[in-house]
């Protein structure tokens, strides 16, 4: 997959990463910490053949799923899931 585009986030003297990364079929945003997955959760978007990939990067609801990402960092999703 190749990086898109990545959207830096401190939270609580951590410094996050969301990474938003695609191939021809599938966009991925995932958050990261100290260049590994922060947490359990991936958000995907399976892009169907007809249509390109490229093409929704750039849209409001990518934008979307990066906020989503962040939230899921601040409201200690993660944490709160495997307890």
Known sequence: MLLFKKYKMPFED?????RVYYDDRTINVVAFLNNYPA???????????KWNAKDFLEREP???????AKSDITSKRWQRFIQ
Request: glycine share 4%; charged share 40%; proline share 4%.
């Open 14 to 18: 951590k410094d996050y990463e969301i």
């Open 39 to 49: 947490s359990g959760f991936r958000h995907q978007i399976k892009i169907p053949k």
């Open 62 to 68: 990518m934008r979307e799923l990066v906020e989503i």
